[in-house]
């Protein structure tokens, strides 16, 4: 019977940096050592964790190292309840999220501060991981870079939908906006994974001023080329010669067959939790980021508010008066003339509709009263008898505006009645 293979060790380094354009690092990471082990090593197994703090001045710096003080206690706290691992790490969690969240609603210069945190258990072979925010956990195996987390971000979200690329992403001016983070809501989701390490493998956790700067490839490169400790200040160098605009923070870790002298290395200064004491003030409770970025309101100053009308109505001021200077007064007064003129014009047609029907009265009258009579014979007529149209009377008729029938249409009609009397 073999003996079995003796169980792998690790190597740790982890450093931070403000970056080429930020005076206040707010980025915060921690391994934990002898003082927070104690006994439970072989129970609780080895924590490493990153956070990225965001609030401005103090207040960012404040929530990065308030999230990795309390994980650190919660996680190797004296409580005896089992609980597995990523039970145990997400309980941790959420206890930062709270404290952070209750400090942020009860001090006014420290309102809405908040940060990220990826955070990592490991035991024996297996690794746990918990994370909020777009702070990434890393696995190099092989020569080859693999990013276990999930970013809760912005244009994460857009990737995910297919609505941009990766390599837009990376460039997008919303890359930096996060949908979840510690100590904006009094809840939060954390997510958590568990990864089977090989001997070899190398697991890095770092801020996004790492992983937005460097690309994968060199990631990669550096790590299997280096030992944590002058990997990760390799790495670091990087980014800054990228360009450095955020704060940048790497923790390597590297899992080994073989014992090695130190089981932890700490490369870079590691500054001990401090939070800023500040009078307690009554403020509200900070609201919860938006889903989708929202830009920025920009207040508009009381010159481009007032000024703008004012200038409009004094240049209409300015159009009237040259008008009155070269037309005159008379100019305005005959457009209110001529639209006021314009109604007594539909009046005049009213007026002439009366002597139209009196007259189309009077020529149906007379028209009726010379047609009464039936074609009729005259008595000097011959014997073949011609009889007399009645259209000159109609035409003499309709001729007359008052209707009254001419003597030389009713003769006739007369004298032949008497002739064919017996």
């Not at 915060?28 to 001045?57: K, P, Y």
């Not at 990434?136 to 609505?163: C, F, K, M, P």
């Not at 956790?205 to 490839?217: A, I, T, W, Y």
Request: negative net charge; aromatic residues 4%; proline residues 10%.
């Amino acid at each position: 019977m073999g003996l079995a293979d003796p169980p792998p060790h690790l190597i740790a380094a982890g450093q931070t940096d403000p970056g080429q354009r930020r005076g206040l690092n707010e980025d915060a990471w921690r391994i934990a050592d002898e003082s927070d082990l104690g006994d439970m090593l072989e129970e609780r197994g080895q924590l490493f964790a990153v956070a990225d703090g965001m609030g401005g001045h103090t207040a960012g710096e404040v929530a990065s190292e308030l999230a990795i003080e309390t994980l650190f206690a919660e996680y190797y706290g004296r409580d005896d309840a089992p609980m597995s691992p990523a039970m145990r790490l997400e309980q941790a969690v959420l206890k930062a999220n709270a404290r952070i969240y209750e400090q942020a609603g009860a001090r006014a210069s420290q309102a809405g501060m908040g940060t990220t945190i990826v955070a990592a258990v490991a035991r024996g072979e297996w690794l746990t991981i918990a994370n909020v925010g777009d702070s990434r956990a890393y696995l190099v195996r092989n020569g080859i870079v693999q990013q276990l987390t999930h970013d809760h971000s912005w244009v994460a979200e857009q990737v995910t939908a297919g609505l941009l690329t990766e390599q837009e992403a990376q460039n997008h001016m919303y890359r930096n906006v996060v949908t979840r983070c510690l100590g904006h809501n009094a809840q939060i989701e954390v997510d958590t994974l568990e990864q089977v390490l090989e001997p070899g493998d190398a697991v890095l956790l770092c801020s996004d001023g790492l992983s937005n700067q460097v690309p994968e490839d060199e990631l990669a490169r550096v790590i299997a080329q280096q030992a944590p400790p002058e990997a990760v200040a390799e790495l670091i160098e990087l980014a800054n010669r990228y360009g450095g605009p955020d704060n940048i923070t790497a923790l390597l870790i590297v899992l080994q067959a073989e014992p090695s002298e130190a089981v932890t290395v700490v490369a870079g200064p590691r500054p001990e939790p401090q939070v800023v004491q500040v009078p307690p003030a009554k403020v509200a409770t900070p609201a919860a980021p938006p889903e989708k970025p929202v830009p920025a309101r920009r207040s508009v100053s009381p010159l481009l508010k007032w000024g703008v009308p004012l200038a409009l109505v004094l240049f209409a001021s300015c159009i009237v008066g040259i008008a009155l200077t070269v037309w005159g007064p008379e100019v305005l007064q005959g457009w209110f003339i001529t639209s006021t003129a314009t109604p007594t014009v539909e009046v005049a047609p009213t007026a002439t509709e009366t002597p139209d029907a009196t007259a189309t009265a009077a020529a149906t009258a007379t028209a009726t009263a010379t047609a009464a009579p039936s074609p009729t014979w005259t008595a000097t007529a011959p014997p073949t008898a011609t009889p007399t149209p009645t259209v000159t009377p109609t035409s003499t008729a309709t001729s007359t505006p008052t209707g009254t029938p001419t003597p030389t249409s009713t003769p006739l009609p007369t004298t032949t009645l008497q002739i064919a009397g017996p």
